[in-house]
């Protein structure tokens, strides 16, 4: 019962705790850091907060997530995650306040769009387009947003008072995660845009409908986590490509976990 229920509450508390350590990092980017300084000195510390959460994961699952975190490279990473599926699932469950804020953003377009569009007396199929295509720019401007403010607190921790480094990597990683996500965007689009008339989900039956969001998902999902690692390294001034393998490896199979879902 505790592995069942109980990790992934703790991993959906974690989760909320990264969303909310988002949002004070887009205050910092917007205030120089300031706002994050402003946090802190009221007791703000969202990464002793998840350490604190954390604790209540079971032995299981600890054990779990300290055999991935201990992997390096693609394959070993792919191996650790294989041997320990319970970490890929949580990690999983731990992304959805991340992808809830995203496909809010989303909804809140495709409905704008969809009422501008049926302003013109356009067809229940093009408004669907129309919101499709608003849908997918506001996921990638959101998960773009909230993925530099995650960066900038990181990156704000490790090197107080420097704002250049903040900015410096956590600017080209938000953009990156952005375009990559309008590209992308399915899981979210097709999420906000459900039960619209006209919406069309992806082709094919169950099991093409399947692979195809698993693999969408696990290539975006892979390219954004690879770059967004590149550029912090960048800032904090260690090889650019440390820990990028990994991340990619994890980043996909997480990707391909939600998007097959």
Same mark, same amino acid.
């Given at each position: 019962?505790?592995?069942?229920?109980?990790?992934?509450? +703790?991993? /959906?508390?974690?989760?909320?705790?990264?969303?909310?350590? *988002?949002?004070?990092?887009?205050?910092?980017?917007?205030?120089?850091?300031?706002?994050?300084?402003?946090?802190?000195?009221?007791? =703000?510390?969202?990464?002793?907060?998840?350490?604190?959460?954390?604790?209540?994961? *079971?032995?299981?699952?600890?054990?779990?997530?300290?055999?991935?975190?201990?992997? #390096?490279?693609?394959?070993?990473?792919?191996?650790?995650?294989?041997?320990?599926?319970?970490?890929?699932?949580? =990690?999983?469950?731990?992304? /959805?306040?991340?992808?809830?804020?995203?496909?809010?953003?989303?909804?809140?377009?495709?409905?704008?769009?969809?009422?501008?569009?049926?302003?013109?007396?356009?067809?229940? +199929?093009? #408004?669907?387009?129309?919101?499709? *295509?608003?849908?997918?720019?506001?996921?990638?401007?959101?998960?773009?947003?909230?993925?530099?403010?995650?960066?900038?607190? #990181?990156?704000?921790?490790?090197?107080?008072?420097? +704002?250049?480094?903040?900015?410096?990597?956590?600017?080209?990683?938000?953009?990156?995660?952005?375009?990559?996500?309008?590209?992308?965007?399915?899981?979210?689009?097709?999420?906000?845009?459900?039960?619209?008339?006209?919406?069309?989900? /992806?082709?094919?039956? /169950?099991?093409?409908?399947?692979?195809?969001?698993?693999?969408?998902?696990?290539?975006? #999902?892979?390219?954004?986590?690879?770059?967004?690692?590149?550029?912090?390294?960048?800032?904090?001034?260690?090889?650019?490509?440390?820990? +990028?393998?990994?991340?990619?490896?994890?980043?996909?199979?997480?990707?391909?976990?939600?998007?097959?879902?």
């Amino acid at each position: 019962l505790r592995r069942a229920v109980a990790d992934p509450l +703790v991993a /959906l508390g974690q989760g909320a705790v990264d969303l909310g350590e *988002s949002a004070v990092g887009i205050g910092s980017l917007l205030s120089g850091g300031a706002v994050g300084r402003g946090a802190e000195a009221l007791g =703000y510390d969202p990464e002793r907060a998840k350490q604190a959460i954390g604790e209540w994961y *079971s032995p299981e699952a600890q054990a779990a997530f300290r055999a991935v975190e201990q992997a #390096e490279g693609v394959g070993p990473t792919l191996q650790a995650l294989a041997e320990n599926p319970s970490s890929a699932l949580l =990690y999983g469950v731990r992304s /959805l306040p991340f992808m809830g804020g995203t496909v809010a953003a989303a909804r809140g377009a495709a409905e704008l769009a969809g009422r501008a569009a049926a302003t013109r007396g356009l067809t229940a +199929v093009e #408004e669907a387009a129309r919101a499709t *295509s608003a849908a997918r720019t506001a996921a990638g401007v959101a998960e773009g947003a909230l993925t530099a403010g995650n960066i900038a607190e #990181e990156i704000r921790r490790e090197r107080p008072g420097d +704002v250049a480094a903040m900015y410096q990597g956590a600017v080209p990683a938000g953009i990156g995660t952005a375009l990559i996500g309008r590209l992308g965007g399915a899981l979210e689009a097709g999420l906000a845009t459900r039960g619209m008339p006209g919406a069309a989900g /992806l082709a094919g039956g /169950l099991p093409a409908r399947v692979l195809k969001g698993a693999a969408t998902e696990a290539a975006e #999902e892979a390219a954004q986590s690879a770059q967004e690692r590149a550029w912090t390294n960048v800032a904090l001034d260690r090889p650019w490509d440390q820990g +990028v393998a990994k991340e990619a490896a994890l980043g996909g199979v997480v990707g391909g976990l939600l998007g097959g879902a």
